[in-house]
């Protein structure tokens, strides 16, 4: 089992910066890609950000040129930064571990609000 605990959502300006950070705990031995996904009020849930072992990342979209992930193997942590916040990226975030069993499983942290608005 794998526990994930989130940190560092809010409320802040558009145009403004947040940086989520996810600790794992547990059989972290086991997690392979790690990542972020948000969800908004009636839309479904949807990937941000990922990163593997290696450091291999994937950026949606919507987060290009603005989110940045990272990962630190040895504290078993990822962070989420994300800068020229908007409107739109107002949602839940939550973190993500996915192990390395075929098929993989997936753990979820509790999830973070975080609010784009003036």
């Known amino acids: 089992q794998v526990q994930l605990v989130e940190s560092g959502g809010g409320l ?40 593997t072992s290696g450091g291999s990342t994937t950026v ?27 409107p739109e990226d107002t949602a839940v975030y939550y973190c993500n571990a996915d192990t390395y069993d075929r098929p993989p499983r997936s753990y979820w942290g509790q999830g973070t609000q975080v609010t784009v608005s003036s």
């Open 12 to 51: 802040v300006q558009p145009g403004g910066s947040l940086r989520l950070s996810c600790a794992a705990s547990g059989s972290v031995f086991s997690i392979n890609t790690t990542g972020w996904y948000r969800q908004a009020p009636g839309k479904q849930r949807e990937l941000v950000a990922r990163i």
């Open 60 to 86: 949606a979209d919507s987060g290009k040129g603005r989110f940045t992930i990272s990962r630190d193997n040895a504290k078993n942590t990822w962070n989420l930064q994300m800068n020229s916040l908007k």
